[in-house]
Each structure stands twice: as structure tokens, then as C-alpha cells.
Nanobody, 117 residues
């Protein structure tokens, strides 16, 4: 069984930065794809960033140049560095793991990010 736990959310002023972390417990593999999603009130959950085992990164257009996704396979962790935050980035952020061997997708419990002055 795989469990994901996010940390690092909070309240920040516009233009500020936050770093989200996701730590996995259980059996995960370095070939798995890791990602971050978010859901704002009244909106659907959307992909923010993903990173493959080969280090290929994919971002939603609205965060390109401001957010950076990274991973540390040895620590079974991945991260989302968020800079130049905007009020529209306010949402619950979820980390996500897509196992290379299939069998389902895993989600964390979510962490709130609020960007407000």
C-alpha cells in the first residue's frame, strides 16, 4: 500500500514563494511518474506539473516560468517550488503518483495554498 503525505502549504502574499513536498511510504519505483494537481473552490481538479522518471517535466501554461517540479527518488519524495505566486494560484494542492507497473493512481490528502494580501 502506498501513502502520500503533502506538506508546505500555507498563506503567502502575492509575489511570494512556497515549496510543497510530497513524501511517499510503501513500495514505489524510480520509474513512476510523480505530479502535482490543484483544485480551487468551484473548479475541477487540474494538473499543475508532472515529472517522469527520466526527468521530463510538464506544466500547465499558467505556472510555466514560476513553478518548478523536482524529485528525489532516494527519499521517495517530490517537490513543487512555487515562486511569484498569484491569487489565482489559491487552491488545495494534491500530490499524485502514477505507478509504472499500473494498478491505480495514488493521491495525497491535499494541502491548502492561499495567496492573499
Amino acid at each position: 500500500q502506498v501513502e502520500l503525505v503533502e506538506s508546505g502549504g500555507g498563506l503567502v502574499q502575492p509575489g511570494g514563494s512556497l515549496r510543497l513536498s510530497c513524501a511517499a511510504s510503501g513500495s514505489i519505483f524510480s520509474l513512476d511518474t510523480m505530479g502535482w494537481y490543484r483544485q480551487a473552490p468551484g473548479k475541477q481538479r487540474e494538473m499543475v506539473a508532472t515529472i517522469t522518471s527520466g526527468g521530463r517535466r510538464n506544466y500547465i501554461d499558467s505556472v510555466k516560468g514560476r513553478f518548478t517540479v523536482s524529485r528525489d527518488n532516494a527519499k521517495k519524495s517530490w517537490y513543487l517550488q512555487m515562486n511569484s505566486l498569484k491569487p489565482e494560484d489559491t487552491a488545495v494542492y494534491y500530490c499524485n503518483l502514477v505507478p509504472v507497473l499500473g494498478g491505480g493512481v495514488y493521491w495525497g490528502q491535499g494541502t491548502q495554498v492561499t495567496v492573499s494580501s
